[in-house]
T-cell receptor, first 106, second 112 residues
Framework: GIQVEQSPPDLILQEGANSTLRCNFS?????LQWFHQNPWGQLINLFY???GTKQNGRLSATTVATERYSLLYISSSQTTDSGVYFC????????FGEGTQLTVNP | DSGVTQTPKHLITATGQRVTLRCSPR?????VYWYQQSLDQGLQFLIQ???????AKGNILERFSAQQFPDLHSELNLSSLELGDSALYFC???????????FGDGTRLSIL
């Protein structure tokens, strides 16, 4: 099956800092999604981005499908951004990476 | 709010018991997916239904079964529960095909 690797596994930031999270995948995919799992366990859909670039407020994402990676950018981070960020890719079913644990300190 | 409803939110039961988790997909979505999130296995795909028919199977144990009803809601049945079945179970739905999946808030299952 498809392998998904996320980096870094852990990230600690001060409020206001910017960060880049990376997702590498081992095969061509039809679907790529970024999720934020908040401290209550909810999986929040951030982006559906099998290719190209999208922006939503302080968050943006870029997927380079030909090179099999995706990047999630978080700018001016806030404490509410804390949680685990997952990349998930699919040809038929979603395969999740192990996530990046982000902690934003005030 | 994703539009996907899962009940119950929390479930506490004992080993050997059987439970049923319920999922109502977003309006208009024909595909329902079940995922398990445990501490040691991460987020894993269990099974997918499309318009009432099983479409794909992942790492689903034989003790687990699922179905999708004519009104498109789905149920995941877990039987002969073991301590290792304690996990967060998510349901997701999509229109079908290669479309984004939208996740419910999950059911947290604790086996004592």
């Amino acid at each position: 099956g498809i392998q998904v690797e996320q980096s870094p596994p852990d990230l600690i930031l001060q409020e206001g800092a910017n960060s880049t999270l990376r997702c590498n995948f081992s095969d061509s995919v039809n679907n790529l999604q970024w999720f934020h799992q908040n401290p209550w366990g909810q999986l929040i859909n951030l982006f559906y981005i099998p290719s190209g670039t999208k922006q939503n407020g302080r968050l943006s994402a870029t997927t380079v499908a030909t090179e099999r990676y995706s990047l999630l950018y978080i700018s001016s981070s806030q404490t509410t951004d804390s949680g685990v960020y997952f990349c998930a890719v699919a040809r038929a079913r979603l395969t999740f990476g192990e996530g990046t644990q982000l902690t934003v300190n005030p | 709010d994703s539009g996907v409803t899962q009940t119950p939110k929390h479930l506490i039961t004992a080993t050997g018991q059987r439970v049923t988790l319920r999922c109502s997909p977003r309006s208009g979505d024909l595909s329902v997916y079940w995922y398990q999130q445990s501490l040691d296995q991460g987020l894993q795909f269990l099974i997918q239904y499309y318009n009432g028919e099983e479409r794909a199977k992942g790492n689903i144990l034989e003790r687990f079964s699922a179905q999708q009803f004519p009104d498109l809601h789905s149920e995941l049945n877990l039987s002969s529960l073991e301590l290792g079945d304690s996990a967060l179970y998510f349901c997701a739905s999509s229109v079908g095909g290669v479309q984004p999946q939208h996740f419910g808030d999950g059911t947290r299952l604790s086996i004592l």
